[in-house]
């Protein structure tokens, strides 16, 4: 009992909670027929969105007002990086990784020249990038469809017992960024900056650099997922980034990471990002117009993330 | 008889070679609000190869093309001002909204500037509108279908973006069909918005509960998620009807070649923007009996021939068709 009570204090339950439920719902529809399937499909899908989902949480955890906007551009412009400089050659599939990479540790640093040494606002000054930054993909991708080298979509899509290789990978970098979090100087520094950034800086953490260093890693974990997706997806577009301004923000509140900084968990993203894709995977399956589905994922969203806060308030 | 024959003839013929002449001073105007995808790109390229080439002839003096930064309706509205200031004679608008750049377009008839809008329609009674014929071309999806897959079976509808009228028609087309085709049954339904991306994804979470599907029937640019979403399913492969994409021509031909797939490909030409332009300048030519609503055939590939054009569009881009002068006539005489 006390264990299970201390599992329902845990602020990512809720997040795993409510993608079993509308798991259960889905297949309870279908009456448990491709129970299995959606899994696998949810599993492949929710990758993208736990690593950039990631990176989000640790811009916000900096504390209010910190959030990357320019992620769906620069995973756009990482995408057609990534495929032009692979070039359909399957030896340059690791080239190309880390061309993207670039692409995106670059967009971050920007991001945070414009915040600290033209002291604009953080949402400002990553939407305002983000603008630079599609104008640049549109330029040099001319919105044209580039295809990834055969083996690179093939490791995207590559399964063991249903489970996606990928989605293994990306539980154990979870595992990482949780470490990282938690266990190390840097995560301490990017927490203690979230819960008030006066007195982190009389204590001695060094502000600037960490606040850097996390609007860059923001920005890397944008080109990598920018990479995968092209893979995932067979080919690099400007809008291949777009619905991760949204998702990257909302996995982050439902995974229970607080919005005002300072708090953050990283299972609450794997929780968060199954959930939105089951919960899509279910209004699909109900076969409800596109209309209603946007409207019941609103109200979901909110419901779960009423929940998830209650018994937070309440202490 | 025979006289007047050969008179109204040489009327015509008087007429229309002094069409060329009275456009050559004037300018038009291309405002469009998007630019991101291959659909546009080559849309862009269409036109602006269609008109280099009547700036170069002096069919008309400028042919200059504005792209908003951004998808925003209030952005291109005050785009829209600024070309009825600059003074162009004609505009050819590829809009971000059927209405809500109605009070722009009205200020630009009420200065004598022709409207002609095309892909994204405006809804304003002034304006032409280019509308291609999206819900025959819904009803030959499922006509093809019946061909490829006589004895019927399950569908699945991949619908575009939520709202348009384009979205509507097709869906339309192929609601009619399935009537016509009861061995059809729609079992499933997604949002695929004409993109790979959002369509392998929306196929990907529907697949795990529907039943054995015969066949895709969609709205292009979709075609290649749907099968790839198939493919990671690990589930057979259905009839996909296809959307002129080269990365979809480019598929059915590694299909066809391996087992002797068929299917069909169908979508809106980009290079109607040419036929656009066209029109505005029949317009200013003077031309009053043009109708404001015009309906333009879609443009379709066959099992025989989708193979000799797939090598004539560039990677990653999609089939187009650009309209010559002659041809831009004939479409609109199909019209009256």
Redesign the interface.
């Known amino acids: 009992m006390t264990r299970l009570g201390r599992l329902l204090e845990k602020p990512w339950i809720w997040s795993f909670a409510g993608a079993l439920l509308v798991w259960l719902a889905?297949i309870a529809?279908?009456r448990g027929?491709?129970?299995?399937?959606?899994v696998?499909?949810?599993l492949?899908?929710a990758v993208f969105t736990v690593i950039v989902g990631i990176g989000q949480m640790f811009v916000i955890t900096l504390g209010p007002g910190n959030v990357d906007l320019s992620l769906p551009a620069s995973i756009g412009l990482a995408s057609a990086v990534a495929m032009k400089v692979m070039g359909g050659n399957d030896a340059m599939v690791v080239v190309g990784l880390l061309a993207a990479l670039g692409s995106g540790f670059l967009v971050g640093s920007f991001n945070y020249f414009l915040i600290r040494a033209l002291r604009i606002p953080p949402i400002i000054a990553t939407l305002s990038a983000s603008?630079i930054i599609?104008?640049v993909d549109?330029s040099y991708g001319?919105?044209?469809?580039?295809?990834p080298p055969p083996g690179f979509a093939d490791f995207t899509?590559l399964q063991v017992l249903g489970i996606p290789v990928l989605a293994i990978l990306t539980v154990l970098f979870a595992l990482g960024a949780a470490v990282l979090l938690q266990r190390t100087i840097y995560g301490r520094q990017v927490l203690a900056i979230g819960q008030n950034i006066r007195a982190a800086g009389l204590a001695g953490v060094p502000v600037g650099r960490v606040r850097y260093l996390t609007y860059a890693l923001c920005g890397t974990l944008g080109g990598l997922t920018g990479a995968l997706?092209a893979g995932y997806?067979?080919?690099a577009?400007?809008?291949?980034g777009n619905e991760y301004l949204l998702t990257s923000i909302a996995v982050v509140v439902i995974g229970g990471t607080s919005v005002a900084g300072g708090k953050a968990n990283v299972p609450g993203i794997w929780g968060a990002a199954l959930f939105l894709?089951l919960l899509?995977?279910m209004l699909?399956?109900f076969?409800v117009?596109?209309?209603v589905?946007?409207l019941l994922t609103g109200l979901i969203i909110v419901g779960v993330i009423t929940a998830a806060g209650g018994p937070k308030s309440a202490r | 008889m025979k006289k007047s024959l050969v008179l109204s003839a040489l009327a015509v013929i008087l007429v229309s070679s002094t069409a060329y002449a009275d456009t050559s001073g004037m300018r038009i105007a291309f405002s469009n609000n998007y630019?991101?995808?291959?659909w546009?790109?080559a849309m862009l390229k269409s036109y602006a190869a269609v008109t280099e080439k009547a700036v170069k002839d002096g069919i008309v003096a400028a042919a200059d093309i504005f792209t908003t930064?951004?998808k925003e309706v209030p952005t291109q509205a005050a785009q829209i001002q600024n070309l009825i200031l600059q003074g162009y004679n004609a505009i050819v608008i590829n809009a971000g909204s059927p209405d809500a750049l109605n009070g722009a377009v009205k200020q630009a008839c009420d200065a004598g500037i022709v409207v002609v809008s095309f892909d994204g329609i405006v809804t304003e009674p002034c304006a032409y509108r280019v509308v291609v014929d999206f819900k025959s071309m819904g009803l030959e999806e499922v006509e093809q279908m019946a061909k490829f897959q006589p004895k019927g079976g399950n569908l699945l509808e991949i619908?575009g973006l939520?709202?348009t009228s384009i979205d509507e028609a097709i869906h339309q087309g192929i609601l009619d069909g399935v009537a016509k085709h009861p061995e059809f049954k729609i079992v499933?339904?997604?949002?695929g918005d004409w993109?790979?991306?959002t369509a392998?994804?929306?196929v990907?979470?529907?697949?795990?509960?529907?039943p054995d599907v015969v066949g895709i029937v969609d709205q292009g640019g979709d075609g290649?998620?749907a099968a790839?979403a198939f493919?990671?399913?690990g589930k057979p492969r259905p009839t996909i009807i296809m959307g002129n994409?080269?990365?979809e021509l480019q598929w059915w031909k590694e299909q066809k070649a391996k087992d002797g797939y068929q299917t069909w490909s169908a979508s809106i030409a980009p290079g109607v923007s040419s036929l656009a332009f066209w029109v505005a300048q029949q317009v200013l030519d003077g031309r009053t009996d043009i109708p404001h609503d015009l309906l333009v055939p879609y443009l379709a590939f066959t099992q025989d021939d989708f193979e000799t054009v797939l090598p004539t569009i560039?990677?990653?881009?999609v089939a187009s068709h650009e309209y010559t002068q002659e041809e831009s006539l004939a479409a609109i005489k199909a019209n009256m």
């Open positions: 889905a529809f279908t027929y491709g129970a299995g399937g959606m696998t499909a949810a492949s899908l603008f599609q104008s549109i001319r919105g044209l469809q580039i295809k899509n997706l997806f067979r080919g577009n400007v809008d291949i894709v899509l995977t699909n399956t076969g117009s596109a209309g589905r946007l | 630019a991101g995808n291959s546009r790109q930064a951004d619908r939520a709202g499933g339904s997604v949002t993109d790979q991306t392998q994804k929306a990907a979470t529907i697949l795990p509960s529907l290649y998620g790839q493919a990671a399913a994409r080269q990365d560039e990677t990653g881009s």
